[in-house]
T-cell receptor, first 114, second 112 residues
Framework: NAGVTQTPKFRVLKTGQSMTLLCAQD?????MYWYRQDPGMGLRLIHY???????AKGEVPDGYNVSRLKKQNFLLGLESAAPSQTSVYFC?????????????FGPGTRLTVT | GESVGLHLPTLSVQEGDNSIINCAYS??????FIWYKQESGKGPQFIID?????DKRQGQRVTVLLNKTVKHLSLQIAATQPGDSAVYFC???????????FGIGTKLQVIP
């Protein structure tokens, strides 16, 4: 059971370039999330999904797009990277049965935009 | 806006002592509160949660206390060990599970 995995682990982009971050979970969780973590600001929700084929905006969605074509995968896309998107990105999943609010996090992707 | 915050950004404790990490929140409508531990270079890891209708919950070496009167949450770690060194942050869930707000974190340093 790998839990939540993220690829890549590190990436450097130039301003204007695009990329996709992949998140995969093998726990059959319905809910998946993308967060960014910046120094002194904690985790901020970018987008989330409550099931296959559904996505919704979080707190800071601008400049990002997501897709959840398969239940186990949640993709985060940057169409035109900007230096302000330099951050550590975390994916998380949750079963959210109504009793267990725990989110399971991946190891993170460190992205630098120059 | 309403947010989750922490009183102390850094906490240093002697190995074997008890640690207390505090969190203030301002939204009385929160349904759940969660404590996470994040070690350097890793993703956050769930420690313990507490429903808004409870005031105390215990886990293995950890206890979370919730004081709704003053909107305060604390995490107590008994017999702190070097492996407890990490950033701890609280999170609150408001109005459905999608709305999770995280605090900025407290760094716990354990002195051997």
């Amino acid at each position: 059971n790998a839990g939540v995995t993220q690829t890549p682990k590190f990436r450097v982009l130039k301003t204007g370039q695009s990329m996709t971050l992949l998140c995969a979970q093998d726990m059959n969780h319905e809910y998946m999330y993308w967060y960014r973590q910046d120094p002194g600001m904690g985790l901020r929700l970018i987008h989330y999904s409550v099931g296959e084929g559904t996505t919704a905006k979080g707190e800071v969605p601008d400049g990002y797009n997501v897709s959840r074509l398969k239940k186990q995968n949640f993709l985060l896309g940057l169409e035109s990277a900007a230096p302000s998107q330099t951050s550590v990105y975390f994916c998380a999943s949750s079963p959210w049965t109504g009793e267990n609010p725990e989110q399971y996090f991946g190891p993170g992707t460190r992205l630098t935009v120059t | 806006g309403e947010s989750v915050g922490l009183h102390l950004p850094t906490l240093s404790v002697q190995e074997g002592d008890n640690s207390i990490i505090n969190c203030a929140y301002s939204n009385s409508a929160s349904d759940y509160f969660i404590w996470y531990k994040q070690e350097s270079g890793k993703g956050p890891q769930f420690i313990i949660d507490i429903r808004s209708n409870m005031d105390k919950r215990q886990g293995q070496r950890v206890t979370v206390l919730l004081n709704k009167t003053v909107k305060h949450l604390s995490l107590q770690i008994a017999a702190t060990q070097p492996g407890d060194s990490a950033v701890y942050f609280c999170a609150e869930i408001v109005g459905g599970y999608q709305k999770v707000t995280f605090g900025i974190g407290t760094k716990l340093q354990v002195i051997p």
